[in-house]
C-alpha cells in the first residue's frame, strides 16, 4: 500500500467526520443566515430609498410651491412699486403746476404793484409839477376862483 491509498482513506475518514458532525448543515445554515440577514439588508435599502424618493419628491413639490409663492409676492411688489411709483409722478406733476401756478401769481402781483408804484409816482410827478407850475403862475385870486370852480365841478360829479 502506497501513501496515495492512506491519504485516500484519510480523507474519506475526514469527511464522514465532518458528515457525522454535521459540518455540511453548520455551513448552509450559517450561509442560509448569512442570505437572510443580506435580503433584510436589501429590503430596509429599499425602504430607505422609497423613503428618499419621497422625501425628495416632498422638497421638490415644497421648492416648487416656494417659487410659485415668490414669483407671486414679487409681481405683487412690482405692481406696488409700480402704484407708487405712479402716484408719486402725479404727486410731484400736482406740485410742481401748484408751485407754477404760485409763481406766477407772485409775478403778476408783482407787476401789478410796479405798474401801480411806477402809476402813483406819475401822479405825485405830475401833482408835484402842476403844483410847482400852478404856484408860479397864479396868484391869491387865481387861486381863489380855480378852487371855487374845482369845488363845483366836484360837486356836480359827487351829486
Known amino acids: 500500500m502506497d501513501a496515495t491509498f492512506f ?5 474519506i475518514i475526514f469527511l464522514g467526520i465532518l458528515a ?3 459540518v455540511p448543515a453548520m455551513l ?6 448569512r442570505s ?31 417659487e410659485s409663492e415668490a414669483k407671486s409676492i414679487l409681481s405683487a411688489a412690482e405692481r ?13 406733476e400736482e406740485y410742481v403746476t401748484r408751485r407754477t401756478a404760485m409763481a406766477e401769481q407772485k409775478i403778476r402781483q408783482a407787476e401789478s404793484d410796479a405798474i401801480n408804484e411806477v402809476r402813483a409816482s406819475a401822479v405825485d410827478l405830475a401833482i408835484a409839477a402842476a403844483e410847482k407850475l400852478i404856484g408860479s403862475k397864479v396868484d391869491s385870486k387865481a387861486s381863489d376862483e380855480l378852487f371855487k370852480s374845482s369845488l363845483g365841478e366836484m360837486k356836480t360829479r359827487l351829486n
Do not use: C, F
Request: a positive charge; glycine letters at 4%.
Open 7 to 11: 491519504a485516500l482513506v484519510g480523507l
Open 20 to 22: 457525522y458532525v454535521k
Open 28 to 33: 448552509t445554515g450559517a450561509l442560509d443566515k
Open 36 to 66: 437572510d440577514q443580506i435580503r433584510n439588508e436589501l429590503e430596509q435599502a429599499k425602504k430607505l430609498r422609497e423613503e428618499a424618493q419621497q422625501l425628495l419628491a416632498e422638497y421638490q413639490r415644497k421648492r416648487k410651491e416656494a
Open 80 to 92: 406696488e412699486a409700480s402704484v407708487l411709483r405712479e402716484e408719486a409722478k402725479a404727486k410731484t
